[in-house]
């Protein structure tokens, strides 16, 4: 009882001598932040998983009231300085979010939207609970990124909702106007935001890149317009196209909100529906709707590849499937990944290790059995295949190659990569293009060289390289022609021949068609009993070989 009784008076003794630096006031920091305003009754605590936790601020202390100071950081409280809570203000709860819904929910921060096209959207939806379902089904996999982005931006959370509107939350998602990926860029404005789109990837399709672009976008937008709803105009719309509007209001001295512009219908109805979502979100009850579970935690990692790998073993390895893989890296549209052009991959968040491991015991030897080969010359992709090794119908299906048509030089195919073959450069990755042209159409002809022409100057004549006239006649690039020799040329079928070279190829084709057997009818006799109009052109061309004549082509 004694060793009792002093170390209570120690304690209060200790105690009394630490009051008096309680209400002795700080000295003030020039560079703070002035005191935010206390939260209003029934705010609670907003937890960010793996980002900081942001606890709500309370006032600061009143100089009147010393009794009631706050303790800052390794100051004591006074015995006699407790006092009860004022009982007209509740403790602001401390649990995290149940799930991801209401985290979202939390950070709402943009102005409601009330109007006949929002109930009518709102009944779209609650009309069609299983699509409800299945949309937000597929968001389990990118909603908890975004809405750590939104978070990390300070920007409303209610906008990770928009890409149930652009595309359903299908990053493979495509419109009439070649807009790609969940966020729906179009291929001139995911360049701007430097997203990347060649033979070996399309980062409108990317998870991490698109979101990126998307929120730095939309960022763009609310600065131009200082006001969200015009902000998601412009994003559909265009920021030229909702400026412009604004501006005919302004002259005719009209309001410039969203709902006062002239828009098309889809713009129109684009806030609407983001407003419809946002309502059945906040209360899926009320509209018949079921919400997936969809648990606070990342879903996937980056992990980080260093050789080039086929996507179906890069799955193997990682112990998911390849459907899974792809949607989760979907802007990898060929069967091998580049690591020189995607040298990071998203995995779901317990296979990342799996990968790892597996990879580093991995004795299957070569990672990839495809690798990028650059046409050397314009060919056509029979000759490609050749050289490749494949078959012409396998290099059409790999790189998806229409019929009649010549690949260009500088193209980028995707080619069976043997054992001794080094991964991708960075340069070929990540600039990697399909540049197709019209296959064009040869028709064979017959020309007679004239004094001193040879393999160059009927290559000018023509139009067509030298090699190729020394290709066609067999005969070297330098070689000489004699007066009247008949040169074998491959021109394209719309070009047609002029004067001379005319009649000495009609002639050639009359010739030929004189040595091919006629056709007859039962009587035995020709089956046209009309004279053929070659023989008279034939007759002119024997002329026009005799020297000081000249043969005109009649008229009418």
């Given at each position: 009882?004694?060793?009792?009784?002093?170390?209570?008076?120690?304690?209060?003794?200790?105690?009394?001598?630490?009051?008096?630096?309680?209400?002795?006031?700080?000295?003030?920091?020039?560079?703070?932040?002035?005191?935010?305003?206390?939260?209003?009754?029934?705010?609670?605590?907003?937890?960010?998983?793996?980002?900081?936790?942001?606890?709500?601020?309370?006032?600061?202390?009143?100089?009147?009231?010393?009794?009631?100071?706050?303790?800052?950081?390794?100051?004591?409280?006074?015995?006699?300085?407790?006092?009860?809570?004022?009982?007209?203000?509740?403790?602001?709860?401390?649990?995290?979010?149940?799930?991801?819904?209401?985290?979202?929910?939390?950070?709402?921060?943009?102005?409601?939207?009330?109007?006949?096209?929002?109930?009518?959207?709102?009944?779209?939806?609650?009309?069609?609970?299983?699509?409800?379902?299945?949309?937000?089904?597929?968001?389990?996999?990118?909603?908890?990124?975004?809405?750590?982005?939104?978070?990390?931006?300070?920007?409303?959370?209610?906008?990770?909702?928009?890409?149930?509107?652009?595309?359903?939350?299908?990053?493979?998602?495509?419109?009439?106007?070649?807009?790609?990926?969940?966020?729906?860029?179009?291929?001139?404005?995911?360049?701007?935001?430097?997203?990347?789109?060649?033979?070996?990837?399309?980062?409108?399709?990317?998870?991490?890149?698109?979101?990126?672009?998307?929120?730095?976008?939309?960022?763009?937008?609310?600065?131009?317009?200082?006001?969200?709803?015009?902000?998601?105009?412009?994003?559909?719309?265009?920021?030229?196209?909702?400026?412009?509007?604004?501006?005919?209001?302004?002259?005719?001295?009209?309001?410039?909100?969203?709902?006062?512009?002239?828009?098309?219908?889809?713009?129109?109805?684009?806030?609407?529906?983001?407003?419809?979502?946002?309502?059945?979100?906040?209360?899926?009850?009320?509209?018949?709707?079921?919400?997936?579970?969809?648990e606070n935690h990342p879903y996937f990692q980056t992990v980080t590849i260093r050789r080039d790998i086929d996507v179906t073993l890069a799955a193997k390895l990682a112990e998911v499937g390849v459907d899974d893989f792809k949607a989760l890296n979907p802007s990898i549209n060929r069967p091998v990944i580049l690591a020189a052009g995607t040298p990071q991959i998203l995995l779901p968040w317990d296979n990342a290790e799996i990968f790892q491991s597996n990879l580093e015991s991995y004795g299957g030897g070569r990672l990839a059995s495809w690798t990028a080969w650059v046409a050397p010359t314009t060919l056509r992709p029979a000759e490609v295949a050749k050289r490749v090794g494949m078959s012409e119908a396998d290099l059409r299906a790999m790189n998806n190659i229409p019929p009649k048509v010549v690949i260009r030089a500088g193209?980028?195919?995707?080619?069976?990569?043997?054992?001794?073959?080094?991964?991708?450069?960075?340069?070929?990755?990540?600039?990697?293009?399909?540049?197709?042209?019209?296959?064009?159409?040869?028709?064979?002809?017959?020309?007679?060289?004239?004094?001193?022409?040879?393999?160059?100057?009927?290559?000018?004549?023509?139009?067509?390289?030298?090699?190729?006239?020394?290709?066609?006649?067999?005969?070297?690039?330098?070689?000489?022609?004699?007066?009247?020799?008949?040169?074998?040329?491959?021109?394209?079928?719309?070009?047609?021949?002029?004067?001379?070279?005319?009649?000495?190829?009609?002639?050639?084709?009359?010739?030929?068609?004189?040595?091919?057997?006629?056709?007859?009818?039962?009587?035995?006799?020709?089956?046209?009993?009309?004279?053929?109009?070659?023989?008279?052109?034939?007759?002119?061309?024997?002329?026009?070989?005799?020297?000081?004549?000249?043969?005109?082509?009649?008229?009418?």
């Amino acid at each position: 009882m004694n060793l009792i009784r002093i170390a209570t008076a120690s304690i209060v003794v200790l105690l009394a001598g630490c009051a008096g630096t309680l209400n002795s006031p700080m000295p003030a920091d020039p560079q703070a932040a002035p005191p935010k305003p206390a939260p209003a009754d029934g705010d609670s605590l907003t937890l960010r998983p793996s980002r900081e936790i942001v606890r709500p601020r309370t006032q600061a202390p009143s100089s009147t009231s010393p009794a009631l100071g706050a303790a800052r950081n390794g100051d004591a409280v006074p015995l006699t300085a407790v006092a009860p809570l004022p009982s007209s203000r509740s403790v602001a709860a401390i649990a995290p979010p149940a799930d991801l819904w209401e985290r979202i929910r939390r950070g709402y921060a943009m102005t409601d939207l009330e109007s006949d096209l929002v109930q009518d959207r709102e009944q779209w939806y609650s009309s069609r609970p299983d699509y409800i379902f299945r949309m937000t089904e597929r968001s389990k996999k990118y909603l908890f990124h975004i809405v750590e982005e939104l978070e990390i931006r300070n920007m409303p959370t209610e906008l990770a909702l928009l890409p149930f509107i652009e595309s359903a939350f299908n990053p493979q998602a495509v419109s009439n106007a070649k807009a790609a990926g969940m966020w729906q860029f179009m291929p001139a404005t995911g360049k701007y935001f430097e997203l990347k789109q060649n033979t070996f990837r399309d980062d409108r399709r990317d998870v991490l890149a698109s979101t990126r672009a998307a929120l730095d976008y939309l960022q763009k937008l609310y600065g131009m317009f200082g006001d969200w709803h015009l902000a998601l105009a412009a994003y559909n719309w265009g920021e030229g196209s909702v400026a412009r509007a604004i501006a005919k209001n302004k002259r005719a001295g009209l309001p410039t909100s969203y709902t006062d512009l002239n828009m098309p219908m889809e713009t129109r109805f684009y806030v609407p529906k983001l407003q419809a979502v946002k309502n059945i979100v906040s209360k899926p009850g009320k509209y018949g709707s079921k919400l997936p579970l969809i648990e606070n935690h990342p879903y996937f990692q980056t992990v980080t590849i260093r050789r080039d790998i086929d996507v179906t073993l890069a799955a193997k390895l990682a112990e998911v499937g390849v459907d899974d893989f792809k949607a989760l890296n979907p802007s990898i549209n060929r069967p091998v990944i580049l690591a020189a052009g995607t040298p990071q991959i998203l995995l779901p968040w317990d296979n990342a290790e799996i990968f790892q491991s597996n990879l580093e015991s991995y004795g299957g030897g070569r990672l990839a059995s495809w690798t990028a080969w650059v046409a050397p010359t314009t060919l056509r992709p029979a000759e490609v295949a050749k050289r490749v090794g494949m078959s012409e119908a396998d290099l059409r299906a790999m790189n998806n190659i229409p019929p009649k048509v010549v690949i260009r030089a500088g193209s980028t195919l995707l080619v069976p990569r043997n054992a001794h073959m080094p991964d991708v450069t960075e340069k070929v990755a990540d600039n990697g293009q399909l540049s197709l042209a019209p296959e064009i159409t040869l028709k064979r002809h017959t020309v007679k060289a004239g004094k001193g022409d040879n393999v160059a100057s009927i290559a000018r004549k023509y139009k067509v390289t030298p090699a190729n006239v020394a290709e066609w006649n067999k005969v070297s690039s330098t070689a000489a022609f004699k007066p009247g020799h008949a040169v074998v040329l491959f021109l394209p079928a719309g070009v047609k021949l002029k004067g001379a070279d005319k009649a000495t190829a009609t002639a050639q084709a009359s010739a030929k068609d004189k040595a091919a057997p006629s056709k007859k009818g039962s009587t035995g006799k020709s089956a046209s009993s009309k004279p053929k109009p070659d023989a008279k052109l034939a007759k002119n061309s024997k002329a026009q070989d005799k020297p000081g004549k000249t043969v005109k082509k009649k008229q009418g």
